[in-house]
């Protein structure tokens, strides 16, 4: 994919996940997470909802009137739980937030590309983990909703599940959605960055021959050793053995003298010819 069509997939990565977060935020003052009906006529009949708050209660005229619950620490450990994942939610989801809009390619905030992909990528983790806080929440509730209703050694007043709870899953589930595209595509391009780079050649002999290279004198490039290779002894130079153990750089030969050539010149026609092989 280009630039492009990556900067596209992650506005409709954002406005998923934002869309699904403002589902989820939207339920927390909803009454209607369980409701039941009392009464056998349309006249008589009162209507008990509840939340993650209060308890409501209202009749055929429309007047309804909610109570919050009067004591949190008589609250059950369930309660407490999903308010605490709720709360997480919505404050992960916020986050999630900020970071995409900091790491999108068309808003040009995070800095290089590199950086903005490794935001992003942030951003999906934040509201993966936003989004399934939610989901645990609301199908947490609903199941526990459903096991009291088909219980049929549970007395007390049995309710179903309100609207709420589906709105949440709504909202968690498109969370989800968008949060793994934008995992997927953010993470291909920032860890595969991080890992593509490449090693810095040394001038070091001694660095290249631990890596399982060798150093050549007049180029000083790095040639790698295939890994079925076998071991290969390599003969320096006298001058760039002795530079090496006295760590200073190697001074440049001075120009040759007349005299000089003239002797190297009968020294190569009287000498037999070196076999490179013995060097190896």
Aim: overall charge positive; some cysteine; charged content about 15%.
């Amino acid at each position: 994919m280009n630039r492009t069509e990556i900067m596209y997939m992650e506005i409709g990565c954002f406005l998923c996940c934002f869309c699904g977060w403002v589902l989820n935020c939207s339920t927390l003052p909803t009454e209607y997470w369980n409701f039941s009906e009392v009464g056998d006529t349309v006249v008589t009949t009162v209507n008990y909802f509840s939340n993650l708050w209060m308890d409501c209660v209202s009749d055929t005229t429309g007047v309804s009137d909610c109570k919050y619950y009067p004591s949190m620490m008589a609250l059950p450990v369930f309660l407490h739980v999903c308010r605490a994942l709720t709360i997480v939610s919505v404050i992960l989801g916020f986050w999630g937030a900020v970071l995409t809009l900091i790491g999108m390619k068309c808003t040009k905030i995070g800095g290089s590309e590199l950086a903005n992909a490794r935001v992003m990528f942030a951003a999906a983790l934040t509201y993966l983990a936003s989004g399934f806080s939610g989901m645990v929440v609301y199908s947490w509730w609903g199941h526990k909703t459903r096991a009291q209703y088909v219980d049929q050694n549970y007395k007390p007043q049995k309710f179903e599940i309100g609207a709420a709870v589906f709105v949440g899953w709504g909202g968690s589930s498109l969370i989800i959605a968008g949060s793994a595209v934008m995992c997927y595509f953010s993470g291909k391009e920032g860890l595969r960055s991080s890992s593509n780079r490449s090693q810095t050649p040394t001038e070091s002999y001694i660095t290249a021959t631990s890596r399982g290279g060798y150093l050549t004198a007049p180029t000083r490039t790095i040639y790698m050793k295939p890994a079925s290779s076998r071991h290969t002894t390599v003969i320096l130079p006298s001058r760039v053995q002795t530079s090496l153990e006295n760590k200073r750089p190697i001074q440049p030969q001075r120009p040759q003298t007349e005299m000089h050539r003239t002797h190297n010149n009968w020294i190569n026609r009287t000498s037999a010819p070196t076999n490179m092989d013995s060097y190896v």
